[in-house]
Structure formats: C-alpha cells, structure tokens
C-alpha cells in the first residue's frame, strides 16, 4: 500500500507544525461530522485537545471507534486508515510522529 501523506492528501485538515531529524508534529482540525483522506503514519502519539467520538476506517474495512476526551492521549505503530468526526464537536489534536 503506498504511504499518503496526511497534510498532503487532507491539506484542509492537517498542517505540519514542526519538523526536524527525529519527529514531524501535525495539527488536526477535524470539524463534526466530516472525514479525511485515507492516509498513513509512521509510529505516532496523538493528543486530543479538543475531542469527539472517532472512527478510525482501516483499509480492510475494519472501524475502530474511540470516545477521545479532551486531554486523551494514544499511540499506534506505523498504520494506514481513514478518520472520522462522528461526534458533534470539534476535534483538535497534535500528532507526533516518530521518525526512525
């Protein structure tokens, strides 16, 4: 499966922040009820601070639903998938991803 850039395929939604040697940080701003782009991250920490309820759509078809509170933090090995606001909120968060 090709590697998609996320602030390349969903420019709308995600920005890159910093980069350097060791990590790239995203920002995500993912209005209610919207989805972005399929798309790939190496090894990440994602830091919600604003959350919803989160689909994440793996390319098998699989979802993966998350209750993401404020605050809420995760971390995933290199994956693919696709995410959606399924809540009625506003999500904000900072994704770390780990270069290696």
Avoid: C
């Avoid at 995600?14 to 782009?37: C, H, I, T």
């Avoid at 798309?39 to 994602?46: G, L």
Wanted: charged residues 20%; aromatic residues 8%; negative net charge.
């Amino acid at each position: 499966m090709p590697y998609n850039d996320p602030a390349v395929v969903s420019p709308d939604i995600y920005q890159v922040v910093l980069e350097n040697d060791f990590v790239r940080v995203l920002q995500m701003d993912l209005p209610a009820g919207q989805s972005d782009s399929q798309h790939s991250h190496p090894a990440v920490t994602v830091i919600f601070i604003k959350g919803s309820k989160v689909e994440f759509t793996l390319p098998d078809g699989q979802v993966i639903e998350l209750e993401a509170t404020d605050g809420h933090v995760i971390w995933n090995d290199a994956w693919t998938h696709t995410v959606k606001n399924a809540g009625d909120t506003d999500i904000r968060a900072y994704l770390v991803e780990t270069k290696r």
